[in-house]
Each structure stands twice: as C-alpha cells, then as structure tokens.
C-alpha cells in the first residue's frame, strides 16, 4: 500500500476525509524493537547520525490481483536485508526522486527479500504509476530502513480489518497471529473479489478465519458496525484502509464487542480546526491564501510543482521549508523544540492563526 499518495476511498473516487483518530496506547510502546518510534521523537534525546540508505534491486515482479503489483526487492548483493516486523513500511526512493512509503507484505522471517504492493492510482500524485510503469526486475532503487508506526502487539484476541490494498501491513500481522495460536479473524473488504490481492494466502493460514467482504456480492460498502461484528469478545482491532471505513469502524467501535482499535490511515490527516492563514513564498514573493479545509502543502504545490513531499501527515520530514517571518502552528510529531525554533516547518500539517501571514525561504 501507498501510505503517502493513496486513493481518495477505496475506489478512487473523491472523498472528504474527516477522521477523527483513536489509537490505543500499545503501538508506541512496540515499535522500538525495529526501526524505533515513528511518530515521536525525544527532544532532548541528541539526533543519531542517520543510517545510509539501503541500496535494493526489484528481483521479481507479478500481478495478484487487477491493478496490483506486487515486487520483491533485495540487496544486490544477495546479503540479509535489516530486519522488521510486521506494519513496518519501507520508504522507497523512486527513479524519478519521489519518495513513497510502501508497508511491508512479506515474511519478516524472510531476511533475503522485502515484498510490497502497490495498487496503480492515475489520479494519484504519480508514486504508483511509477511503481507500475517503471520498476521491472534488475531496476536499482535505494531506501530507508523498515520503520514501524503500525505495530502489532499480539493480542489474544484480534480484529484485523483491510480496505483493498491496505491489506498489505495486515497480511503479516494475520501470519504473526497464526504463529502465535492467536485468537484471530481477518476482514479484507473491496469492490470485487478480482481486486483483492493475497486472498489464497490468507486463506492458507486459515480459511475458517477469513473473510471476503465485497461490494458487488453484498449490495454497496459494509458498515462499521458490520465489520465490527467480526470482533472476537475483547478483540484489539488493526484497521487499515481508506478515510470512510476508518471513519466508520471508530465510530462503531464502542458498541461493539472490541476493546481497541489501532490504524494506519491512507493519505492526509484530516485537518482539524483548520483557519484560513497566508503564505509568502519570500519576502518579496507572492503571497498565497490558504483557506480552512486546505493545508499549506497543497496550496504551495500550485504555485511550486517540484515541492517534494511524501507523508503528507507530518512525520517524514520531506516537505519541510524554513519559515522567515510569522508565527507557525506547529502540527507535525516530528521537528524537534530547536528545529522549530530555528525556523524548520512541515506545511503538509502545520499552520497559522487566522489572519496570519509566513513568509517563507522559497
Ligand atoms: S510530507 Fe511528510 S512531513 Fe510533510
């Protein structure tokens, strides 16, 4: 799954994405194992030198289901690649200099070989057409170390629900589960069975566990309470999807058996309390309005195309700018007291008071 350019809902078709976040408090406490902490940083804590970046080559490519592929990627030199578990992503650098986040669909045991898939978007912001178009076996990519911001905390009992290709970060967490004799039930919903990648996968683990939910057999999109339903007694659920069923399994979530709800969101955070500020690309620059429902990113992307971005939910750091002049509203989870104070800003998130101007070194 793309994390970063994901498909408005499940189908591609444009959506508000009014997402309101619970998550309990497990995942943080899990993901230090591998690649650490995503969403947080210790201030205090002084920055480790950065890693450098894994060199990978896509050693196989197929198609398991329509508009997905599925790639296999290595160390050129046949060595083990670091170890991750499962929710963990890799954070691809495209030929092009994109930058995705692709969660990890593969064996953790498998230290040979790292397994993605990605489902082709045209309307998404070219990741993933990339991806399909571009990456064939013996294409040279490099990426990140496997980060952990979805950690499965094994549970006794778990609800693991999946919207299309968000399947991806589920699947191994549905192999951890087996492993561990886990109480659990996977939930894969999307518009057809013909869409839906790794079904006979997931039903090798257990097929009495597995359930299909799709559009076409079941008259339109499944309700939260519906999925819900699902839940053994006390279940922890892991929800990956688009905005709409995140939307609709919180929502449901207290007056269903479940006890807990963690989740990996496509795309963009939802804005909340968003006022309308301004931004000034220099200080002699044009000066650009950003309304209330609209982040700063997406209104400089007008104005600056080549602004680079991945996340678009304040945690990569690829969109940061420096800010000349104002008073920002810091949203992100990742710049540190010091950043901020020298000027760093994330504008995927952060914003201004109503009224405000920043001017920026653009
Ligand atoms: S795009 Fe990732 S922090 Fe802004």
Excluded: K
């Excluded at 290595?74 to 170890?83: E, F, H, I, W």
């Excluded at 990426?143 to 693991?160: D, W």
């Excluded at 192999?175 to 039903?203: F, I, K």
């Amino acid at each position: 799954m793309d994390l970063l350019n994901p498909p408005p809902d499940l189908y591609g078709r444009p959506r508000a994405d009014a997402f309101i976040r619970r998550l309990t408090a497990f995942g943080d406490r899990y993901s230090p194992a591998l690649g650490g902490p995503l969403l947080r940083r210790n201030p205090r804590r002084p920055h480790s030198r950065p890693l450098p970046p894994l060199q990978l080559v896509v050693t196989s490519r197929r198609r398991p289901a329509a508009d997905v592929v599925e790639l296999q990627l290595a160390d050129p030199s046949g060595g083990p690649l670091p170890g991750w578990q499962p929710g963990a992503h890799l954070r691809l650098t495209l030929p092009s200099g994109r930058e995705r986040h692709y969660s990890l669909c593969g064996d953790p045991a498998e230290r040979r070989s790292y397994r993605i898939a990605v489902r082709r978007l045209p309307e998404g912001g070219g990741g993933s057409v990339e991806v399909h178009d571009t990456l064939h076996p013996g294409t040279r990519l490099t990426a990140r170390r496997p980060r952990n911001g979805f950690a499965f905390c094994a549970e006794p009992a778990v609800l693991l629900l999946a919207g299309g290709i968000g399947i991806t970060p589920l699947l191994p967490m549905a192999r951890e589960a087996q492993r561990h004799g886990l109480d659990w039930r996977l939930v894969h919903v999307g518009r057809s069975a013909g869409t839906l990648p790794y079904t006979a996968e997931l039903r090798a683990l257990d097929p009495h566990r597995v359930v299909l939910r799709t559009d076409d057999e079941h008259d339109g999109v499944a309700t939260g309470a519906e999925l819900l339903a699902h839940a053994p007694l006390g279940a922890a659920v892991y929800c990956c999807g688009p905005a709409p069923m995140l939307t609709a399994v919180q929502r449901a979530l207290d007056a269903s058996p479940a006890a807990s709800l963690h989740f990996e969101r496509f795309g963009a955070a939802p804005i909340t309390d968003g006022r309308p500020f301004a931004v000034r690309l220099g200080a002699d620059g044009p000066t650009l309005e950003v309304p209330a429902d609209r982040s700063a990113l997406d209104v400089l992307r007008e104005a600056r195309p080549d602004l680079p971005y991945s996340c678009h939910q304040g945690f990569c750091g690829t969109c940061e700018v420096r800010v000349a002049a104002g008073s920002p509203d810091h949203r992100d989870r990742r710049l540190t007291a010091e950043q901020r104070a020298a000027g760093a800003l994330l504008p995927c998130v952060s914003r201004a008071a109503e009224g405000e101007t920043l001017v920026l070194d653009l």
